[in-house]
């Protein structure tokens, strides 16, 4: 299988580029190896992870006739005190 390459720029987070430099080194390849190889294991780990559902079920809380349920500050302030900034 040939695979043809094709050069780019790629800007890198000084971290990422360090731990890259350092995984290549312990792998004893080059850092485009090495950042190639990275990519697709972390592309194909995307494709293979299961969403996870959650499910949900609802349940009334009531209504309660003295709260304006149109005014989100003043829910917030009935919830979590007035001293919740």
Known sequence: MSIKS?????TLDEDVLERVKLESRSRGKSFRETLNELLRAALENGKKQPRRRFPLTSKSM???????YDDIEGLIEYA?????R
């Open 62 to 68: 009531g209504y309660r006739p003295e709260l304006n």
């Open 6 to 10: 094709i050069r780019t720029t790629v």
């Open 80 to 84: 979590e005190g007035p001293e919740h």
